[in-house]
């Protein structure tokens, strides 16, 4: 059983290891000249449909079965992390996790 993530808004359902990219923070300043210090860790991350060749989709869905290890390890440890869906773009009402 994968993880599912449901938006409360459109009702799209991301299934993590199948057609999900999970956007993190940190992913998304990587390349770029800001400082991960400068970064609000609260900030939520951006969930969106894989759309992809299907090497690169097997790549994609690995990873974010990765990240969604690291985002529990860290809901466990009691650090807030929430998502936003790529259709609302509701970056100011995200949706918490949910706990495994
Ligand atoms: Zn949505």
Redesign the pocket.
Known sequence: MGIELK??????IYRIGQDTIIATMDEAIRGTSIHPSMVDPNRPDLITYIRSDPERTKILNQKALDIMKAIQASLKKGQSRSW???????EKNPCPYPKL
């Not at 936003?84 to 509701?90: D, F, I, P, T, V």
């Open positions: 938006c409360p808004y459109c009702g799209s936003y869906c790529h259709k609302c773009l509701n």
